[in-house]
């Protein structure tokens, strides 16, 4: 055979082999249609009588699957009943106040476009309060899309000066390490800390202050998560010094998510009992896991036939929080946190449900505090603005990388609340080292009044001499002292996190960043989202896909950008 009609044999060889897979990936794809839609039938069908299905815990990871039951379970919303322990629903994703007192927000979490997957997609049927016609998700997107972050003081020294960030100083043994620790198996990494990893120079970095300081790490903190976080947000490692990647909502997360996800509950006819916590829970004896018994706090105990379910939220990272005021420092905890004794308590019933000591053992090393500023006028951020080079709402943020307490502070666009006037501005700000001495003000951060903490940061920006003049303009300053924030960060082993809905479950699953999610990050929204929807599809034998973890570790222009990073 000459070599033309070799070439022209293999061309149709080739092409009779694409034809071949073709039809067989359509023959698939016309199978999984089928069996998706024939689910879809059977779930529409279903009448699941007066089954009741109880969450433990108020927070966005309950709240999502109470929506996932009524949207793609077809479970009738009324016989949905929440227990929070609170006054108010949301869990960390908190917001409140009045231009009076002042307003406080423990925490703020970012968004992210790129791999919020099931997040963006629960709120897509999540009507927004503010617009008609229009979901949760494009509200927040189309807010951001116009108000994009870039920032432009990511790190401050102790001179006052901007530093350029974008080199991010690794040197040869860092690069190996970062690279190494990408390639090693998580089943290597049980118990390890980032310390046991990293060399001391790689603690002095542009990138250890800009990651740290963004994702709320401890040098002590697992290395598990920092692996799954460098796989999960290597996009955002090209462009830590702006954080471009962030997503922000138009005001604070509890009125731009959990409101209007409550909203829409209620109209479904879910029931809230909020100051109410589950104390205890039973479970069938045998084998498998069956929750029979919940507990309250009054001392009622809710009796579970075999056809309910139970979804909790097996730990917070949230619980225990402490407010203060310009005049108070955060008090100390009283106690542990309820959420994880209530998981301490089941984990010794049952095999399989985790094991909270490694995340709730050592509160000196989970803790970190932040605090709220509000202000009459807008002087303190308008000098905020003329630093940074950044309006409210487009920066991101500004990490005092010298000061003991390794304070950082974000200017949001404003308002930040819907109760918020026109005259009030506010900005917030935390620091992960509140055991040491400031340095201006001789005193551990935990143990300072919302003036001080003003003051250290104040001088921090040398802005001392202008003190008495920003003074008068302030409302207040709001501490909180949260002992727990950084426990979902602690060493640990990988069974220390308990499945979705664990092995030989029939009607229990546990909902947190405290549950095994493979290649998920924890701290994020998504995490709670997820989770929810696991539970629920699990439970529920809902075959509809669950958005997978968008694999940006494997795309070649993504690495690229990585390499060129690690290595400028």
């Known amino acids: 055979m000459d070599k033309k009609k070799k070439i022209g044999a293999a061309l149709a060889a080739g092409t009779a082999a694409a034809g071949a897979a073709y039809l067989l990936n359509r023959a ?95 709120f897509s049927s999540i009507p927004s309060l503010e617009r008609p016609n229009c979901s949760v998700t494009e509200e927040i997107l189309d807010f951001d899309h116009a108000h994009p972050t870039c920032a432009k003081a990511r790190v401050v020294d102790r001179n006052g000066r901007k530093l350029d960030v974008y080199h991010m100083k690794f040197n040869n043994e860092d690069r190996l390490a970062l690279l190494k620790l990408l390639a090693t198996p998580e089943e290597k990494l049980d118990n390890l800390k980032i310390t046991d990893w990293f060399g001391p120079h790689f603690f002095e970095t542009h990138f250890w202050y800009m990651w740290q300081t963004t994702f709320a790490f401890q040098k002590w ?25 962030v997503t922000r909502t138009r005001f604070n997360q509890y009125e731009s998510v959990i409101l209007p996800l409550k909203t829409w509950l209620e ?91 490694p995340f709730f053992g050592d ?12 202000c009459r006028g807008d002087k303190l951020l308008k000098m905020i603005e003329e630093f940074s080079g950044n309006i409210p709402g487009s920066g991101a943020l500004m990490t005092l990388k010298d000061s003991n307490w390794l304070m950082s502070t974000v200017v949001a666009a404003q308002p930040h609340f819907k109760t918020q006037d026109a005259d009030t501005t506010i900005f917030w700000g935390y620091a ?20 001080e903490i003003l003051y250290e940061w104040i001088c921090q920006m040398h802005w001392e001499d202008r003190w008495d003049e920003i ?72 075959t509809k896909e669950i958005c997978p973890v968008t694999p940006y570790r494997k795309d070649p222009k993504v690495l690229l950008k990585a390499l060129h990073t690690m290595y400028r």
């Open 267 to 357: 109209k479904k006819g879910v029931t809230f009992h909020t100051n109410t916590t589950v104390t205890d829970m039973f479970f069938d004896e045998g084998n498998g896991i069956t929750v029979n018994t919940l507990v309250l706090s009054d001392g009622t105990e809710i009796r579970l036939r075999s056809s309910d379910v139970c979804i909790m939220t097996n730990a917070c990272m949230t619980d225990s929080a402490t407010l203060g005021d310009w005049n108070t420092p955060a008090p100390a905890p009283e106690q542990r946190p309820i959420s994880g004794e209530l998981w301490a308590k089941i984990a010794a019933k049952k095999p399989g449900l985790g094991n909270p000591e």
């Open 471 to 542: 003074r008068e303009d302030v409302i207040n300053v709001i501490p909180c002292f949260m002992p727990y924030v950084d426990a979902q960060f602690m060493p640990r082993a990988m069974k220390d996190r308990p499945q979705v809905v664990p092995e030989g479950s029939t009607n229990f699953a546990m909902v947190s960043q405290f549950v095994e999610i493979p290649e998920d990050m924890v701290f994020t929204e998504e995490y709670s989202v997820r989770a929810a929807r696991i539970a629920v599809y699990t439970l529920f034998g809902i």
């Open 28 to 122: 698939a794809q016309t199978r999984k249609a089928a069996v998706l839609q024939a689910n879809e039938e059977e779930i529409r069908s279903r009448d699941y009588g007066d089954t009741k299905a109880y969450m433990v815990g108020g927070g966005l990871a309950t709240l999502a699957a109470a929506a996932y039951l009524i949207r793609d379970a077809n479970f009738n919303g009324e016989n949905i009943i929440v227990y929070e322990g609170m006054p108010v629903l949301g869990g960390s994703n908190d917001g409140s106040g009045t231009p009076q007192d002042g307003f406080v927000c423990r925490g703020g979490r970012m968004l992210n476009e790129e791999t919020y997957e099931n997040f963006w997609e629960l």
């Open 432 to 451: 992960l080292y509140t055991d040491r001495p400031g340095d201006y003000v001789k005193k551990p951060m935990r143990d300072c009044t919302g003036e």
């Open 221 to 245: 903190s697992s290395l598990f998560e920092l692996r799954r976080y460098m796989n999960r947000m290597i996009l955002e490692f090209s462009r830590i010094q702006t954080l471009e990647g």
């Open 363 to 374: 509160a000196e090393l989970s803790n970190w505090q932040s605090f709220t500023v509000t």
